[in-house]
């Protein structure tokens, strides 16, 4: 399995431009989430999705951000327009969501995405 | 002016040595516990977990434990091995959802 996978690793824009980061989730699994870690606030859990419908987006930091999941197997954090603040690493992760039994299970982390805004 | 970032607390040990990261939580519904471990430059990879039905979880070189009366979790590594340098976290999950909550999380640093 190649584990989840995110696009671009880096990226690096002008303040005010338009950013897309994309996420392809582990095949299979129903929950994904969006992250952002700086060095300031941490792992900060942004939105989360479970069989693609957004759940929980209070982490979301302001109008500027937006996430989308159109099917099950991609999901996007667009940026509009972009901050120096925004800069951060970006992380998707993925897991199982199981309705009976045990809710929780552990979250499966992409590589990141680092962005960097001028 | 000058950025303050969080401050991680450090934890030095050399190599051999077993290491026990603690972690304090703070939802006392929490019943789903997880510890991460994030080396530079890449992703928080899964380590271990444990459900508030269990109080101790081994895995391969490390043990979770859990004392839900002071909400308190920890993580021991035995024979710690320099490969095992990295920021670990702790999360919490509970209620409804099934969202994790991390910690700050706590850079190990180990001496060869």
């Known amino acids: 399995d190649a584990g989840v996978i995110q696009s671009p690793r880096h990226e690096v824009t002008e303040m005010g431009q338009e950013v897309t980061l994309r996420c392809k989730p582990i095949?299979?699994?129903?929950?994904l989430f969006w992250y952002r870690q700086t060095m300031m606030r941490g792992l900060e859990l942004l939105i989360y999705f479970n069989n693609n419908v957004p759940i929980d987006d209070s982490g979301m930091p302001e109008d500027r951000f937006s996430a989308k999941m159109p099917n099950a197997s991609f999901s996007t954090l667009k940026i509009q327009p972009s901050e120096p603040r925004d800069s951060a690493v970006y992380f998707c992760?993925?897991?199982?969501?199981?309705?009976?039994?045990?809710?929780?299970?552990?979250?499966?982390f992409g590589p990141g995405t680092r962005l960097t805004v001028l | 002016g000058e950025s303050v970032g969080l401050h991680l607390p450090t934890l030095s040990v050399q190599e051999g040595d077993n290491s026990i990261i603690n972690c304090a939580y703070s939802?006392?519904?929490?019943?789903?516990f997880i510890w991460y471990k994030q080396e530079s430059g890449k992703g928080p990879q899964f380590i271990i977990d444990i459900r508030s039905n269990m109080d101790k979880r081994q895995g391969q070189r490390v043990t979770v434990l859990l004392n839900k009366t002071v909400k308190h979790l920890s993580l021991q590594i035995a024979a710690t091995q320099p490969g095992d340098s990295a920021v670990y976290f702790c999360a919490e999950a509970g209620g409804a959802t099934n969202k994790l909550i991390f910690g700050t999380g706590t850079l190990l640093a180990v001496q060869p």
């Open positions: 095949s299979g699994h129903n929950s």
């Open positions: 939802n006392s519904a929490s019943d789903y």
């Open positions: 992760a993925s897991s199982i969501l199981r309705l009976a039994g045990n809710l929780y299970n552990e979250q499966f």
